[in-house]
């Protein structure tokens, strides 16, 4: 679908979403957003078209994957770039986000807190996400166990891990999904190296954070694969992690919402979408270009500072993680048309249709579950645990 039609058809569904996000941000609900202060630049902006890259991605995979049974790399570069170049710069986000955290040497580290925020903004969706997964696979195991229960409690254990792997020997299990899950395995990782990172900073300096630097650029060209893990996908996170320094110098000494300056993101933003070799060095280079341009406030023509941007990246989680399960659920649980008796051109049609049901049901979401339960992550600490299991002093 690398053809103008596709291109259109795209741009399409991703207005549909812009029209829809800011007729949810007039809603009572989401009423908080307009008074909340814009923390990062047009980071928060930028999740949302992130995350919908990389259903956009999914959406053309599950076309392919009905057609030959293999779920596998799309033929068009347009669609392939979609959703590597929109994980890669998630990754930079959660790099650029965290290590501004702990950098400063002048501010002490509440690691309970840190770690706290990270369990209930990511495992309350994860865990809903994990209960719809289960139901689709056991309906199509006519709701029998195939397995033995403590083959089945070691399925479960694994992705709780972000591992992920077969349920009940259904095959189709990650692909429900649309097997994102894994990047919540790096996320983790780099969550676990936030203590390696700042006791380096803080007693060996600079030098440290270089050193990590480049470790992190020749694990890149040279990839080292450690269990589940591999290294290749650490130099995002070192990127997102640079860019904070970089983009305080940049405000210092560029008009970073200039016309100019956009242009050259929307610029970067083309060749990153229409690039043949993804996720090469200059590819990432390119992408590293943007992310820094974007972290130092650039809002790409105010694009991404507008009502409706602010609102995707606020239900950017729930898009990105719930997009496969809306997928799974229309095209092959109900499936109202056999995928593989349309043509790629006419599956695509129906790309702004299931758009507005996934942002639909992702702000749902958000407010039944993310919200929720970000606000009890906030109340949550050690005294109410003391208080809620450990008996009373009776006076």
């Given at each position: 679908m690398e053809n103008l039609q596709g291109f259109l058809i795209t741009i399409l569904s991703l207005f549909t979403c812009m029209v829809l996000g800011f007729t949810l941000s007039k809603t009572k609900k989401f009423s908080y957003l307009s008074s909340r202060n814009n923390r990062f630049g047009a980071i928060d902006g930028i999740r949302g078209y992130l995350a919908l890259s990389v259903f956009f991605h999914h959406y053309v995979i599950t076309y392919y994957w009905k057609l030959n049974q293999v779920w596998q790399r799309p033929p068009e570069n347009f669609f392939q770039n979609l959703g590597k170049v929109g994980v890669a710069i998630f990754f930079m986000i959660t790099g650029f986000l965290f290590f501004s955290r702990i950098i400063n040497k002048d501010r002490?580290?509440?690691?309970?807190?840190?770690?706290?925020?990270?369990?209930?903004?990511?495992?309350?969706?994860?865990?809903?996400?994990?209960?719809?997964?289960?139901?689709?696979?056991?309906?199509?195991?006519?709701?029998?166990?195939?397995?033995?229960?403590?083959?089945?409690?070691?399925?479960?254990?694994?992705?709780?891990?972000?591992?992920?792997?077969?349920?009940?020997?259904?095959?189709?299990?990650?692909?429900?999904?649309?097997?994102?899950?894994?990047?919540?395995?790096?996320?983790?990782?780099?969550?676990?190296?936030?203590?390696?990172?700042?006791?380096?900073?803080?007693?060996?300096?600079?030098?440290?954070?270089?050193?990590?630097?480049?470790?992190?650029?020749?694990?890149?060209?040279?990839?080292?694969?450690?269990?589940?893990?591999?290294?290749?996908?650490?130099?995002?996170?070192?990127?997102?992690?640079?860019?904070?320094?970089?983009?305080?110098?940049?405000?210092?000494?560029?008009?970073?919402?200039?016309?100019?300056?956009?242009?050259?993101?929307?610029?970067?933003?083309?060749?990153?979408?229409?690039?043949?070799?993804?996720?090469?060095?200059?590819?990432?280079?390119?992408?590293?270009?943007?992310?820094?341009?974007?972290?130092?406030?650039?809002?790409?023509?105010?694009?991404?500072?507008?009502?409706?941007?602010?609102?995707?990246?606020?239900?950017?989680?729930?898009?990105?993680?719930?997009?496969g399960v809306v997928l799974y659920f229309i095209f092959t649980y109900w499936s109202p048309t056999k995928i593989s008796n349309l043509t790629l051109s006419e599956y695509a049609l129906f790309l702004p249709i299931v758009s507005f049901v996934v942002v639909v049901i992702s702000a749902i979401t958000f407010l039944l579950i993310e919200r929720p339960a970000i606000k009890a992550g906030k109340n949550f600490t050690l005294k109410s645990i003391k208080g809620r299991f450990l008996p009373r002093k009776v006076s």
């Open positions: 002490a580290v509440n690691w309970f807190s840190l770690y706290k925020s990270r369990i209930f903004r990511i495992y309350p969706l994860y865990l809903f996400s994990l209960c719809a997964i289960s139901f689709f696979v056991f309906s199509a195991s006519s709701f029998e166990v195939s397995v033995s229960a403590k083959h089945l409690f070691k399925e479960y254990v694994k992705w709780m891990f972000f591992i992920g792997g077969t349920i009940n020997d259904v095959s189709d299990t990650k692909t429900i999904i649309a097997g994102v899950d894994w990047t919540l395995k790096y996320e983790w990782l780099f969550y676990l190296m936030l203590p390696i990172i700042f006791c380096l900073n803080r007693f060996v300096g600079k030098l440290g954070l270089i050193f990590l630097g480049l470790v992190a650029v020749y694990t890149y060209i040279y990839p080292i694969r450690v269990g589940y893990f591999s290294s290749e996908y650490l130099i995002y996170f070192a990127i997102g992690a640079a860019a904070y320094p970089l983009s305080a110098y940049i405000n210092a000494y560029l008009n970073y919402d200039h016309l100019l300056v956009s242009t050259l993101s929307l610029f970067l933003v083309a060749i990153l979408l229409i690039y043949p070799h993804t996720l090469d060095s200059f590819h990432v280079i390119m992408m590293a270009a943007l992310f820094i341009l974007v972290a130092s406030g650039n809002s790409i023509f105010g694009i991404l500072s507008a009502r409706a941007s602010v609102l995707l990246g606020e239900i950017s989680y729930s898009i990105y993680l719930l997009h």
